[in-house]
């Protein structure tokens, strides 16, 4: 039995591209015979520039988009959904959480209603059970009881997304893609993001698919660390592995390219900041 609760072998997604009236159609391969497995527990960061094929591959590890050929296990299952409909079951095992919260959320529903939409279309809880679930989430994930009759207009980005995760993990599943969850929140949030996110991957046992073009964030909370270039993969590795010893020459200009920073001290360039406006305040 493969020790991988995510497994991709030889993932490849085509789009066709019109050459204009007279052109030949042309294809665009967005994901191009990509393989790799993501252990139970772990996480697998997906690092590349904008185009790189990351959130392409993100909409099909999540069940969203299908993947062109090549096949997809989650959980011991082969996945196809242009073959097959995707199931309840399995839609619970994975979930996503996207860049843009307030995108993803219903300006007019409220987060009550947004949380337990999916314990609604996917279980036979009671509405008093399903409230009740929302409102731990919602405790769980740093907000409170009082978060459940409000509007998304009414939160903070740092909130909105805490409440996207919240919902994400509504109906428990074992897989989370997070795609660019942080890259739209300041510095101090991200840290407590990246800190919550690091708390409920421990309490839940969950697997994460991580993509980010950030490479500090991606050194915080990655296990191991795959580099993606115009939909192929040229480097594959531990964390460890691929921050102290980059093979291939793209890994090695992205990290030219990036001042790598720690979380710690996005912290204490925080701290700095506090302490000289209290400083400024106190004349």
Known sequence: MSDFIIEAKDIVRDYPISGGLLGKRKILHAVNHVSFGVERGKTLAVVGESGCGKSTLARILSLIDPQTSGELVIDGENIDIAQKKVTTTMRRKVQIVFQNPYGSLNP?????????EPLLLNTTLSAKEREQQAKQMLERVGLSEI?????????SGGQRQRIAIARSLMLRPKIVVLDEPVSALDLSVQAQVLNLLADLQEEFGL????????????RYIANTVMVMYFGEIVEYGT????FSHPEHDYTKKLFAAT??????AIRARIEKKNNVQNAINSF
């Open 207 to 218: 697997t994460y698919v991580f993509i980010s073009h950030d490479l500090s964030v991606v």
């Open 108 to 116: 007019r529903q409220k987060i009550g209603d947004a949380l337990t």
């Open 259 to 264: 001042p790598i920073a720690s979380v710690e």
């Open 239 to 242: 964390r460890d592995r691929i």
């Open 147 to 155: 978060h459940y009759y409000r509007y998304p207009h009414m939160f």
